[in-house]
Structures are given as structure tokens and as C-alpha cells.
T-cell receptor, first 115, second 114 residues
Framework: KQEVTQIPAALSVPEGENLVLNCSFT??????LQWFRQDPGKGLTSLLL?????REQTSGRLNASLDKSSGRSTLYIAASQPGDSATYLC??????????????FGAGTQVVVTP | DTEVTQTPKHLVMGMTNKKSLKCEQH?????MYWYKQKAKKPPELMFV???????INESVPSRFSPECPNSSLLNLHLHALQPEDSALYLC?????????????FGPGTRLLVL
């Protein structure tokens, strides 16, 4: 059974510092891993999707890496801003005929960037 | 346009009421999803529709009844809900139910069952 863990559960940093968010998963048989952002009471915004064959993806200040063999992904946010305050969730797409379309989410890391 | 819309934004209903949640996308996506999210928890998959046919039902109670009338619309019919069903209901869509697709989420409907 796939378990997805995000540590830490909460993180507070001063503005300008780089953010490092971790995601680990127990079963390396995945198609891809997706990082999302969620503001309080709102829906999820897709940030980056990394296919299982890829090592990293970049978009602006965001960079996500994937090490499938060790079951880890890291999301880096450079030069954090107060507007980056949100909960960040990672989700994996498992391999298996019973899991098509199904994302397995971590519990998220709640980030606060202080001015 | 990568937008998934959901109506209503908020819904309060009694346990004897019947209500419906609506989700719409115009990206030409052929897979649509319903998720349930309790406070401070990750989303949990409820249903997946692929090409307007129910593909996955994650053992959801029958008081939740999904419907996909066409490729752009997804409904969730609610009847005789319980207070513990209060949650944020999220709709998502993707190009299809394939392996490498990004899922795009709507803003959600905040449901309170009294």
C-alpha cells in the first residue's frame, strides 16, 4: 500500500529565504508525482508535475526533484515571498489497473512566510 | 483556459434535503473527478468519470450519487447526508484518465450538513 508523507507539517520562514519542502513515498512504482498549492478554504493549484522518468522540473522560482528509487521528492522555492504562504501538497499517481487516475496525497506542509 | 468551475461555493443543508453540486470545464478534458476534503486533511478521491462513464467509485455511500451528463459537466447529487459529510468537495479534470496527466482542480464547494 502506498504511503505518502510530508515533513515538516508546518514551516515558518522570513521573506527572502529559500523554502525546502519534502515528500516521501513508500512504493516506487509510480507514473508521476505532482506538487500542488492550496490556499485556506480554496481548491488546489497545480505547480509542477514530474514524470517517473524525469529527475526534475522547473517553473520560475520553483524547482522540484524526484528520486524514484529512494522514494523522495523535494520542492524548492527560491527567495520566498509572503504570497507563497499556503499549504503545499504532493501527490503520486500509482501504477496499477485499479488506480488509474487516482492520486495519493500527502498531508501537506503549511508554509508561512513572514515579511 | 485551464479553469474548472464549481457551483455553489457554499451550501448549507439539512439531513433530509436533496441538493446537487455542479462542476464544469471547457478544456476538452475527458476525465473528471470528485474529491472530498476534510479540514486539515488531504483530498480523498470519491469518483472518476472517463469519457462520461463511471470508471472508479471509491466505495462511497449511496447518499452521494454522481452524474456526468456530457463531457463538460459533472454533478454530485446529495441526499440524506450526515453531519460528518460536511467538507470541501473538489472537482478536477484531466485530458484523460491516462498515466501522465495533470489534474486541474476547481475552487470547491464548502458543504455544511446540519
Amino acid at each position: 500500500k502506498q504511503e505518502v508523507t510530508q515533513i515538516p507539517a508546518a514551516l515558518s520562514v522570513p521573506e527572502g529565504e529559500n523554502l525546502v519542502l519534502n515528500c516521501s513515498f513508500t512504493d516506487s512504482a509510480i507514473y508521476n508525482l505532482q506538487w500542488f498549492r492550496q490556499d485556506p478554504g480554496k481548491g488546489l493549484t497545480s505547480l509542477l508535475l514530474i514524470q517517473s522518468s524525469q529527475r526534475e522540473q522547473t517553473s520560475g522560482r520553483l524547482n522540484a526533484s524526484l528520486d524514484k528509487s529512494s522514494g523522495r521528492s523535494t520542492l524548492y522555492i527560491a527567495a520566498s515571498q509572503p504570497g507563497d504562504s499556503a499549504t503545499y501538497l504532493c501527490a503520486v499517481r500509482r501504477v496499477g489497473s485499479d488506480s488509474w487516475g487516482k492520486l495519493q496525497f500527502g498531508a501537506g506542509t503549511q508554509v508561512v512566510v513572514t515579511p | 483556459d485551464t479553469e474548472v468551475t464549481q457551483t455553489p461555493k457554499h451550501l448549507v443543508m439539512g439531513m433530509t434535503n436533496k441538493k446537487s453540486l455542479k462542476c464544469e470545464q471547457h478544456m476538452g478534458h475527458r476525465a473528471m473527478y470528485w474529491y472530498k476534503q476534510k479540514a486539515k486533511k488531504p483530498p480523498e478521491l470519491m469518483f472518476v468519470y472517463s469519457y462520461e462513464k463511471l470508471s472508479i467509485n471509491e466505495s462511497v455511500p449511496s447518499r452521494f450519487s454522481p452524474e456526468c451528463p456530457n463531457s463538460s459537466l459533472l454533478n454530485l447529487h446529495l441526499h440524506a447526508l450526515q453531519p460528518e459529510d460536511s467538507a470541501l468537495y473538489l472537482c478536477a479534470s484531466s485530458q484523460d484518465q491516462g498515466r501522465g496527466e495533470t489534474q486541474y482542480f476547481g475552487p470547491g464547494t464548502r458543504l455544511l450538513v446540519l
